[in-house]
């Protein structure tokens, strides 16, 4: 299995406060990515990056910032965590090359009320 | 647009029955092809991938073909078991930009004994 870590596996907060997800690579893969996934959407983009400091959007990322300082850590902060930001959060890994797969960690549930 | 289709579910079988899920996909360059597998409370596992133009992924029994004709990777198993009960996506990348990742809506597949 690819050395993927997300912390924390489930969290509880209210609406309004700030919540962090990390991801912690032990692969030095340069792509790392992080996904929603909710019932009737399947997965959803919210941000990736390519490298440290290297970042951008994906598909649903309003309401969403991502930081790379290292390697091996991709982190993604809810800056007011709202009810519909209620999901499962996903990250993923990827090395350079064609062809290439994402290797997926075991999530995050996130409940905000 | 780039995207996939699958078969809708839940598919119920039998075990030791014959299983096919269908997917096909509209993309405008040349994608590589990959299946994945979601057991309950866990992440994406990759089951198998293809590269290019007729070539065969194969894993634990599942198998699929890139038909670059018919655009069309469809996932089949011999003799499906209990413990392949799970919802299986079908997915795409394309070369260049950030590899994203295009999903099927994904398929459940339910066995009983």
């Known amino acids: 299995d690819a050395g993927i870590t997300q912390s924390p596996r489930h969290k509880v907060t209210e609406t309004g406060t700030p919540v962090t997800l990390r991801c912690h690579q032990t692969?030095?893969?340069?792509?790392m990515y992080w996904y929603r996934q909710d019932p009737g959407h399947g997965l959803r983009l919210i941000h990736y990056?390519?490298?440290?400091?290297?970042?951008d959007k994906g598909e649903v990322s309003d309401g969403y910032s991502v930081s790379r300082s290292k390697t091996e850590d991709f982190l993604l902060t809810l800056e007011s965590a709202t009810s519909s930001q209620t999901s499962v959060y996903f990250c993923?890994?990827?090395?350079?090359?064609?062809?290439?797969?994402?290797?997926f960690g075991d999530g995050t549930r996130l409940s905000i009320l | 647009g780039d995207s996939v289709t699958q078969m809708e579910g839940p598919v119920t079988l039998s075990e030791e029955a014959f299983l096919t899920i269908n997917c096909t996909y509209t993309a405008t360059g040349y994608p590589s092809l990959f299946w994945y597998v979601q057991y309950p409370g866990e992440g994406l596992q990759l089951l198998l991938k293809a590269t290019k133009a007729d070539d065969k992924g194969s894993n634990k029994g599942f198998e699929a073909t890139y038909r670059k004709e018919t655009t069309s990777f469809h996932l089949e198993k011999g003799s499906v078991q209990v413990s392949d009960s799970a919802v299986y996506f079908c997915a795409l990348t394309l070369s260049g930009g950030y590899n994203k990742l295009i999903f099927g809506a994904g398929t459940r597949l339910a066995v009983h004994p």
């Open positions: 990056s390519y490298g440290v400091k290297d970042t």
């Open positions: 993923a890994i990827k090395a350079q090359g064609e062809g290439q797969p994402q290797h």
């Open positions: 692969e030095n893969h340069r792509y």
